[in-house]
């Protein structure tokens, strides 16, 4: 090969290290990221979204930072309660990276700092609290986490959103009670759901009598005044029919005798007729029938009869 030869391959080869060193000093930083740069070991500035240039052999990338929340599930961590009880709880945490720089420099391992602080802290809390408290105050040790992390991760350009308690593990024997707990609370809830039917049925039921008797009790006495009425009605029709009929036949009498006393009857008719008209009078229901025992008395009487039936001939005339 001769020199012209080998300096053009020298000349090639430069260029190409020119362009890839080039290419390297050229950094696009994609959306919700950011880079962290440094000139000779120090900070030099936080990169954000865009195209950027960095001075080759100068300036190095130190760290590439995601923006976005992120979340992190920490396996399970054993505790004690206040009353002795020792439990395994797993949290799942929420956390979203503030200050790029803060990050990069403040904690050598962010996510192993995060992980041993949940621990404590979760243990701290759980503490102060026995087991029914543990178990039914989530949202409450949630929120005491989320805030006690949250002011310890400042130092270090994090934010913690949110903590969660995924699962809280109560040892077997515990759990074993917990569920004949739950299951004798559902009877006597079942029992107690039973005896309020039984109690409405029965009120019900009585209810339901009483309006029945009620009823029955307006119905007879309905029934009753209709009976009393129609036997009143009953009563006053008979009443007014023998008045009726009483009348006529004493008006029938009447003019029997009116006209015995017209045609010129004899006082031996008249005394007949008279003591036809007594056995009339009696309609009957008397069962004596006391007659004078002398011609003359049945005279009398035939002679009353005379002149009342005088009177009533004349009554009208008179009117």
């Not at 300096?7 to 950011?34: D, E, M, R, W, Y």
């Not at 903590?163 to 559902?186: D, G, H, T």
């Not at 008979?238 to 045609?263: F, H, M, S, T």
């Amino acid at each position: 090969m001769t020199g012209e030869m080998i300096t053009g391959i020298i000349i090639v080869l430069v260029i190409a290290v020119v362009l890839v060193v080039a290419a390297s000093c050229i950094k696009i930083v994609p959306q919700a990221n950011a880079i962290v740069l440094e000139r000779l070991g120090a900070y030099r500035a936080t990169w954000s979204t865009g195209i950027h240039f960095k001075i080759p052999f100068i300036e190095r990338v130190a760290r590439r930072v995601n923006l976005k929340e992120q979340v992190v599930d920490f396996p399970p961590q054993p505790v004690i309660t206040k009353d002795n009880v020792t439990m395994r709880i797993d949290t799942v945490v929420f956390y979203q990276i503030t200050d790029s720089k803060l990050y990069a420099y403040g904690v050598e391992n962010p996510i192993m700092a995060i992980e041993n602080l949940t621990a404590t802290t979760l243990r701290n809390i759980i503490g102060d609290l026995e087991l029914d408290e543990t178990l039914t105050s989530r949202e409450i040790i949630n929120t005491k986490m989320q805030s006690a992390l949250d002011l310890a991760t400042d130092p270090w350009g994090i934010k913690v959103n949110r903590v969660e308690l995924k699962n809280i593990m109560p040892p077997a024997a515990i759990q074993e009670a917990m569920e004949k707990q739950m299951k004798a609370e559902r009877e006597r809830r079942e029992s107690i759901l039973i005896a309020e039917g039984e109690k409405k049925s029965t009120i019900l039921v009585a209810e339901g009598k009483k309006e029945s008797a009620i009823l029955d009790a307006e119905a007879e006495k309905r029934a009753a005044i209709l009976r009393a009425e129609a036997e009143k009605e009953r009563k006053i029709k008979e009443a007014e029919g023998q008045a009726e009929a009483i009348l006529k036949v004493q008006q029938a009498n009447a003019d029997g005798i009116r006209a015995l006393k017209e045609a010129g009857a004899d006082e031996a008719v008249l005394t007949l007729k008279s003591l036809e008209a007594l056995g009339v009078l009696a309609n009957g229901h008397a069962t004596k029938i006391i007659v004078p025992s002398d011609l003359q008395g049945l005279a009398s009487l035939a002679t009353s009869l005379k002149e009342i039936v005088s009177d009533d001939k004349k009554g009208p005339a008179a009117k």
